[in-house]
């Protein structure tokens, strides 16, 4: 990634504390993926440093070419950097070797792994969180528990990345292979190989759409829901016959898939079980489409589109390459399933999980007289937690989360800029995490009328942009509309099944927004880093998914 010092370099209204002056030589890049917005106190010191202790430890097992990855936290925005390695050239060559033959050993069994051993070991750290009892315990005895969830963080971020990185790794050596053997061309296609496999970003949303063709199919219950108002979490059906069966086959729905938030691994952030209203509003739209509008044909069509690539491209290849061509297809092949699943188990749901444990010291704390909402202990730090635990004075906490909360919005007007610290050399070669994944790296033109991205789900549409910055504003789309976004994470998957196209400022080919976009068929253009700033509602825009090009047209 190249980047310009006068575009990493933080101006006025975003002043820079570095906790060591050594961490000024590092580059750090905002995850404007996972968090566009500020973080809650406790985040920033609890979930934060534990995904820089565990994901330090897998890059460790890995052998990966960084010694570990970095968090800082700076006005509220989560800063990453990865701490290179300095050897000498046949150093790096023996680490890259290392890294490759790693690989090798745990890729091809990587989500029979995660199924059979990483999963249920998350499941039962979650379920340790789920079954302590808090009513019987005291505020310190409930704190201490909060404390450990940090040590089970680290554990869970840890999993995360051994279980992600070897596949994201024969994903990006796919496409490389294909690429030196075939042209840049087949690279597009490499991506196609990947799709059509079940995973539970397809299933949530087959899910919707199994509740919704019941809606369709009840005698008068879809104009209904279509006309209900959604109110605090729920959906006002007033005495229609069918109400009470829809909140039943709702809270199956919720049991199932409710353990998520709007925000990503935000534990300031109520879940989908303790406020529906995002559902409920996703599902309204579902309700809208007719059954010729099955938005899962398309997922079907992917399988069918990737098993005639697959025999095509093998046909292309000399034959002495094809056995290597089967075997690095294989392993890629798992990479969707894996991140997918693990972004429900792991991201949504085990951070979910958290929060559930962190409120109940908040009950507790309210309770006791010090703090007015139970809320209030997001904006509480790690070590005022590790404080209570030890019986410490609990005194002045209410100010201080009143400050606290205040900054949070405060921060919330903040645009932070892409980049801190050392600007990387540039002629450093571009790396894939940092362009496939995350997305940086597309230069915009001079032209105003078109906004440049990476080329995510081929596809045209002419489309009514909605700039939808939080899951709050989504009721704003309609069937068709372009949605203008940041970023997507799992619980944006459903809006997917509704719009005609997505832009996202972030993401690269291989982010979940450019992959659920191909699972539904859905043109796709991401990483424009500027796209919900230079584009508006109401805008009509062509979105070019196969060139990476957004054009104004009125």
Not at 269 to 275: K, N, Q, T
Not at 299 to 311: F, G, N, S, V, W
Not at 405 to 425: C, M, Y
């Amino acid at each position: 990634m190249t980047t310009t010092d006068s575009s990493i370099q933080a101006a006025t209204e975003f002043p820079i504390e570095w906790g060591d002056p050594a961490d000024e030589q590092l580059f750090w890049f905002q995850d404007n993926l996972h968090f566009p917005l500020p973080q809650t106190p406790l985040n920033g010191t609890m979930f934060q440093t534990a995904f820089e202790i565990g994901a330090s430890a897998a890059i460790g097992r890995l052998s990966m070419p960084i010694s570990g990855l970095r968090t800082t936290m700076q006005n509220g925005y989560l800063f990453l950097a990865p701490v290179p390695i300095l050897g000498s050239p046949e150093e790096m060559e023996a680490r890259f070797g290392e890294m490759q033959r790693i690989t090798m050993e745990l890729a091809p069994t990587v989500l029979q792994d995660w199924r059979e051993t990483f999963e249920p070991q998350v499941e039962q750290s979650g379920a340790r969180i789920l079954d302590f009892d808090y009513a019987g315990s005291s505020t310190a005895e409930v704190a201490g528990f909060v404390v450990t969830f940090k040590q089970a963080l680290v554990d869970v971020w840890d999993i995360h990345m051994r279980v992600n990185i070897p596949v994201m790794n024969a994903a990006f050596g796919l496409e490389h292979f294909l690429g030196e053997v075939l042209g840049d061309e087949a690279v597009p296609e490499a991506r196609q190989l990947l799709q059509g496999f079940p995973n539970k970003s397809v299933a949530l949303g087959q899910a919707y759409w199994t509740l919704s063709r019941w809606i369709r199919s009840t005698d008068g219950l879809a104009d209904v829901v279509r006309a209900a108002r959604v109110h605090e979490g729920a959906l006002e059906l007033d005495d229609h016959p069918a109400a009470s069966e829809f909140r039943s086959r709702f809270a199956s729905f919720i049991d199932e898939w409710g353990w998520r938030s709007d925000v990503f691994a935000e534990v300031g952030h109520p879940s989908w079980h303790e406020d529906s209203s995002t559902p409920l509003t996703q599902l309204k739209e579902y309700v809208r489409k007719d059954d010729t509008e099955d938005p899962f044909a398309a997922h079907q069509q992917q399988a069918e589109e990737r098993d005639r690539l697959t025999a095509a491209m093998a046909e292309r290849l000399p034959d002495e390459l094809q056995p290597q061509f089967h075997g690095m297809l294989g392993m890629a092949q798992q990479y969707i399933p894996i991140a997918e699943d693990h972004n429900f188990t792991i991201d949504q749901k085990f951070s979910t999980i958290v929060r559930h444990g962190v409120l109940q010291l908040g009950d507790k704390l309210v309770a006791d007289g010090v703090l007015g909402n139970r809320e209030d202990v997001a904006y509480l730090t790690f070590e005022e937690i590790e404080a209570i635990a030890g019986g410490g004075p609990s005194a002045g906490f209410a100010d201080l989360v009143r400050e606290r909360r205040q900054e949070f919005l405060n921060q919330r007007n903040i645009t932070p800029p892409p980049g801190i610290g050392t600007p990387p050399p540039a002629d450093m070669p571009p790396d894939p995490l940092v362009t496939k994944f995350f997305g940086f790296g597309v230069h915009q033109d001079d032209d105003a009328s078109t906004v440049t991205g990476y080329p995510a789900s081929n596809g045209v549409v002419t489309g009514v942009a909605k700039v939808v910055l939080t899951l709050d504003e989504a009721d704003k789309l309609e069937p068709g509309d372009v949605m203008i976004c940041r970023m997507t994470m799992p619980a944006w998957t459903p809006l997917f099944g509704i719009v005609g196209a997505v832009v996202s400022d972030s993401g690269g080919p291989l982010s979940h927004c450019a992959i659920v976009a191909r699972e539904y068929g859905v043109p796709c253009v991401a990483g424009t880093q500027v796209g919900t700033s230079v584009l508006k509602d109401g805008m009509t825009v062509r979105v070019d998914g196969a060139t990476g090009i957004v054009q104004i047209l009125d």
